[in-house]
């Protein structure tokens, strides 16, 4: 519970202990010998006995320490959240700990992930969680806590919360769990939680039709605003937030640098978003136009009548879904322009190392996970080599490896003999080879046990050379020669019980 350590950089004697579920380091004045170690640990033993007494008063002991007015935020619990080992559960509630965890890690994170973080802690954690000391919380609290959200009303027509959404706001509970076990030395209570299972959901790019007829269609001053949106592939962000000063005209080169979150010129998603996209002619010729229109009125190359960025959410309900119910397609988000950006490319044949630099992607992985399925459906080119090669086979026949039977009757000798005239290759030994529309077909198994005598070969091509031979017009088959019978008649004299007794059945 305490103990007496020294400091390797200083030499200097630290009495470490916890208190109300928090690590206490208070560094001493003496070095570290015996004799001042003896005199520590006489402070560390009346210290452990204030602390079992409850009398214990961080302030009296270490006056002036900067972990004294932390600890006078902390609270001692009610008799219902006493643990059961019968000590009282003390320390910081989950919201004193939460504020605090996002106090120290705000500095690392976008201010539109500080918003949304927010509100998903204040929404939805501290409803639940806030109140309780962090190092109480159970796995069953977690559990139950995720069987809530489950039943929660979703947004729109969804009737309950989305599996997506449910680890969104379990993953943020599992963060702040996770360090809090880590600083408080208690046993985190989401260890081994899986996730729940999020369906996979196809993307809907719209096809190179589709894309012009929106563009013949939509209102003359969105249209160049939409024409860059399919053929650059630019996040909703990045296009929305597109200044002049990125725009290179002579390099034809769109500078990503800057996106508009939540009202505010932020960095982009991930470094490896920074990328310079090449303007096609399409690209070069809509933002000439809107060079005209906007350029000296804004810094900004899409933007309103008072020279402000374009609301994602004012366009989305005026212009992009109106739209689409005008043309009777499918209601799809505007994010589909820029999947229908990266089909086109891959289409087109452009390399896929090329196409997830221009949308921001580091590596190839995601593009063919995401967007591969849609190729064929555009260029109805996949699979033509494999045509071509199945076609050319079957036309000509492949080789294959003809091998005459051990024992030959003068009438397979003849086959054989004709076999051999249309050898195509002969290499070395007995191997022969002949296109495989030449090759002759398996031979059938002769008939054995009593039913032989009864059957009578009905296939044109087995090898029977002792058997009856069914002509080619349907008309009744001769008499089977006296070696055919023979052997038939052979097989049933040497069964003849079984022919007595089907003779009782």
Not at 95 to 105: C, G, I, L, S
Not at 120 to 132: A, D, M, N, V
Not at 408 to 429: F, I, L, Y
């Amino acid at each position: 519970m305490a103990k007496v350590v020294a400091r390797k950089e200083t030499g200097k004697l630290v009495i470490d202990f916890t208190y109300r579920g928090v690590r206490c380091r208070e560094q001493t004045a003496l070095d570290d010998t015996p004799r001042n170690r003896k005199l520590v640990q006489g402070v560390v033993d009346r210290l452990k006995v204030a602390i079992q007494k409850g009398s214990f008063d961080y302030a009296d002991f270490f006056p002036g320490s900067s972990i004294a007015a932390r600890l006078s935020e902390m609270r001692t619990v009610s008799p219902e959240q006493v643990v059961e080992t019968g000590e009282v559960a003390i320390g910081p509630t989950f919201k004193t700990f939460a504020d605090q965890w996002v106090q120290e890690h705000s500095i690392e994170w976008r201010r539109s992930h500080i918003r949304s973080l927010l509100s998903t802690i204040e929404g939805r954690l501290y409803p639940h969680f806030g109140e309780k000391v962090i190092s109480t919380i159970t796995k069953a609290d977690v559990l139950a806590f995720r069987a809530a959200l489950a039943k929660e009303p979703g947004r729109g027509a969804k009737a309950v919360l989305s599996a997506k959404r449910i680890n969104e706001i379990m993953g943020t509970l599992k963060q702040i769990l996770e360090e809090a076990a880590d600083r408080l030395e208690f046993t985190s209570p989401v260890t081994n939680m899986k996730r729940l299972r999020v369906r996979k959901t196809d993307v809907q790019p719209f096809s190179l039709a589709e894309m012009q007829t929106i563009l013949a269609t939509v209102r003359p001053d969105y249209r160049d605003y939409l024409q860059v949106r399919f053929l650059t592939g630019m996040r909703t962000g990045e296009v929305n937030g597109l200044k002049w000063k990125y725009i290179d005209f002579d390099s034809r080169l769109i500078l990503v640098r800057e996106t508009h979150v939540l009202g505010e010129d932020d960095y982009t998603k991930t470094d490896g978003s920074q990328r310079d996209i090449k303007m096609s002619q399409p690209v070069f010729d809509a933002l000439q136009r809107q060079r005209e229109i906007t350029f000296g009125r804004s810094v900004y190359v899409f933007c309103n009548m008072l020279g402000e960025p374009l609301d994602n959410t004012n366009f989305t309900n005026r212009i992009w879904y109106p739209l689409l119910r005008h043309l009777a397609y499918e209601p799809r988000r505007p994010y589909q322009m820029r999947h229908t950006a990266a089909t086109l490319w891959l289409a087109s044949g452009e390399a896929p190392e090329f196409v997830a630099r221009q949308l921001g992607h580091t590596s190839t992985e995601m593009l063919f996970r995401t967007y591969s399925r849609y190729v064929p459906n555009m260029t109805r080119q996949d699979g033509s080599a494999m045509e071509r090669l199945l076609a050319n086979q079957f036309e000509n026949g492949p080789l294959v490896r003809y091998e005459p039977p051990a024992a030959q009757t003068r009438q397979s000798s003849k086959r054989a003999q004709t076999v051999s005239n249309a050898v195509v290759t002969r290499r070395s030994g007995p191997d022969l080879y002949v296109p495989v529309n030449q090759a002759s077909a398996m031979p059938m198994p002769k008939p054995r046990g009593v039913s032989a005598a009864r059957m009578r070969p009905t296939h044109p091509r087995r090898d029977l050379s002792a058997g009856p031979s069914i002509p080619a017009d349907g008309t009744d088959a001769q008499p089977p020669p006296i070696p055919w019978l023979r052997t038939a008649l052979r097989a049933e004299q040497k069964q003849p019980m079984r022919a007595s007794l089907s003779h009782w059945h």
